[in-house]
């Protein structure tokens, strides 16, 4: 596709339960990047794939977080058993990735409620 | 250490005006790049301007361009002839040299800019 997708965009959820994001990469870009931003505030780092390895987990805020990705294509963003604090636009982005001028492409966001 | 710094929560500035943001960073890589996003109140992240650590001239894209102060650690975003569609929040980007090794792609906390008519 053109840009970076994600889905669904809107999501409302009852606590407790779980939810799956998914993120669907400019072709080609072989970084991808997870990010959350509460009403409000500014971005707060996620997950980092390089390809389908994360060398970077360091954001995920509690083991109820987890994402994956295959190959150099769609990644998941999975968040069990969600809390109201998990209210947020989840934002994804993708890259070429290989240097300091690898510029960070975003996708539209998924608003997740959790009532 | 704080790798980007934002200290403009909220700007206003007159339609047709000039308006600087500013932006220091702070890093140890002599390879870097610097970047400004635009996120208007519908939420997309929009890529405005890129500024590599080694680029001699300042970039510019259209009424966009990069202030770059490299002694200083500055990489402060001036838009030219303000118009209403430039109220948003900005936010100043870093990524370092380095890959491979993790996330080296920071943001800062954003500044709002108002366009008043």
């Known amino acids: 596709g053109a840009g970076v997708s994600q889905s669904p965009s809107n999501k409302v959820t009852e606590k407790g339960k779980d939810v799956e994001l998914r993120c669907d990469p400019i072709s080609g870009h072989t970084a991808l990047y997870w990010y959350r931003q509460r009403l409000g505030q500014g971005l707060e780092f996620l997950i980092y794939f390089q390809g389908n390895s994360a060398p970077d987990k360091s954001g995920l805020p509690s083991d109820r977080f987890s994402a994956e990705r295959t190959g150099e294509s769609v990644s998941t963003l999975t968040i069990q058993r969600t809390q109201q604090e998990d209210s947020a636009v989840y934002l994804c982005a993708s890259s070429r990735a290989g240097g300091p001028g690898d510029t960070q492409y975003f996708g539209p966001g998924t608003r997740l409620t959790v009532l | 250490a704080q790798k980007i710094t934002q200290t403009q929560p909220g700007m206003f500035v007159q339609e047709k005006e000039a308006v600087t943001l500013d932006c220091t960073y702070d890093?140890?890589?002599?390879?870097?790049?610097l970047f400004w996003y635009k996120q208007p109140s519908s939420g997309e992240m929009i890529f405005l301007i890129y500024q590599g650590s080694y680029d001699q001239q300042n970039a510019t894209e259209g009424r966009y361009s990069l202030n770059f102060q490299k002694a200083r650690k500055s990489a402060n975003l001036v838009i030219s002839a303000s118009q209403l569609g430039d109220s948003a929040m900005y936010f100043c980007a870093m990524r370092e040299g380095r890959t491979n090794t993790g996330n080296q792609f920071y943001f800062g906390t954003g500044t709002s800019l108002t366009v008043i008519p």
């Open positions: 890093t140890s890589d002599p390879s870097y790049g």
